[in-house]
């Protein structure tokens, strides 16, 4: 008979009991019944062995039971390993898992996954990191330093800088530390507990003092406000993706891998939102994968640029500070974006015009695309004002649709970069 699941819970308790007992009275009435037992086994498909097979199997991962990966000794000698989440924590002495990074400096391979794993532990690990801090944030650097050191530094070999690996690997343990807070806290909450007999409710593996002050924490008003606050949020998020627990960084390496070139945020937008027989998962991303689509077409800027202005930017918005569509967990905009100047000076004002226009963009995406086509087109002909009223070949080059000539034949008036400082930051104030 399968182990129960426990609950503090008495109302779970007795929904999961009363699942268990029917699971189990079904399978006991299969079992008494010697033709629906025999015609059941008939039926079930015959098994073969996924290491005897040697067939890859579909996403990339080669076997569902662990994850091949290539590790490296202290002489540089690189071996392949067939290893899970709990195996890592009993390799052999100077024995380090390679994990590889892509240019946004998000993990990939199946390394990424045995590292997800292993992240997964330690941040269910109340004594490397209790839940009894009220946030991530206020949980001192001290805890994660010490992991770094005596686990990470000595069990992986990470192909990046230590910078962004730190960062990659705090982003993934705060993730999986809030959600087991908050899968403890769905399983032993009873609204019909008063605080003090939740308190005494204490999780297995949990410290009594960390469940205490984290009870505390969530019965407070400002918690349960924003709990309800964020519950509405999450309402709001009707389209789900399909990419399931392996990351977006892992999906676009494993796609790179097979098609031999670039994937770009924009196909990999409608990959992660498609179901098995190539549907949209609901008719709003039908819509969206329309509009970004469309916004493709219209631009003139190659789609694997990964700009704030490629179709994604455009038809979804401004991106929030700490992560970027499609990019995975850890990559910021800081990151993805950094050589955005580059890419803005391949684009001309007459593709800027076509996106500040489009009616896929709102409100916001528009101003900023027009108070960049104005500071342009000022910048553009103050220059070929001091260049005889016609711009250098090299600049015009880069701004073929300008007529600045003509700007200056109406006489218009040319604003000196001090006054383009101080236009953009007016309107910098404005809009906020």
Known sequence: MPKQKRYKNLLKAAAASASLDNSVAAASAS???????????????????EDSSGARRKGGRESKRYWKVQA?????????E??????????????????????????????????????????????????????????????FENQWNSFFSVRFCFKDSDYFVKHFLLQSLSKKWREYRLKLWNEFHDPRLSKTELIKNVPADIVADQWALYVQYRLKPETQNLCRRNQEIRQKQTIPHTSGAKS???????????????????????????????????????????KIETQCTQQS???????????????????????????SMGVVPTVAFKN?????????????????TSSTCDSSVQEEMDTVK???????????????????????????????????????????????????????NKEA
């Open 248 to 290: 977006i960084a892992r999906r676009r390496a494993e796609l790179k891998h097979e098609t031999g070139k670039k994937v770009s945020r924009v196909e990999l937008w409608g990959i992660t939102h498609k179901k098995k027989d190539g549907s949209y998962v609901n008719e709003q991303a039908k819509e969206i994968a329309e």
């Open 340 to 356: 955005n100047t580059t890419r803005m000076s391949q684009m001309n004002l007459g593709s800027l015009k076509d996106v500040g």
């Open 374 to 428: 104005a500071q342009l087109q000022a910048l553009v002909s103050y220059i070929a004002s001091k260049e005889g009223g016609k711009l250098p070949e090299h600049l015009a080059t880069m701004f073929p649709n300008q007529q600045a000539t003509r700007e200056l034949d109406q006489g218009s008036e040319i604003p000196s970069p001090r006054e383009l400082g101080s236009r953009s930051s007016g309107a910098s």
């Open 72 to 80: 490296i000794d202290e002489y540089g000698v690189e071996t392949e």
């Open 82 to 143: 067939h290893l899970l989440a709990k195996d890592v924590h009993n390799l052999a002495e100077r024995l380090r898992i390679i994990v590889n990074f892509d240019k946004y400096h998000a993990a990939i391979g199946e390394a990424a996954g045995l590292l997800a794993g292993v992240c997964g532990q330690l941040a269910t690990d109340c004594v490397a990191f209790p839940i009894s801090f009220e946030k991530w944030s206020s949980i001192p650097d001290s805890f």
């Open 301 to 327: 800027v190659d789609s694997t640029i990964i700009s704030p202005l490629d179709a994604v930017g455009v038809v979804l918005g401004k991106e929030h500070p700490g992560r970027v569509r499609g990019l």
């Open 31 to 49: 079992s008494t019944n010697p033709r629906t037992s025999s015609r059941t086994s008939s039926m079930a498909p015959t098994t073969t062995s």
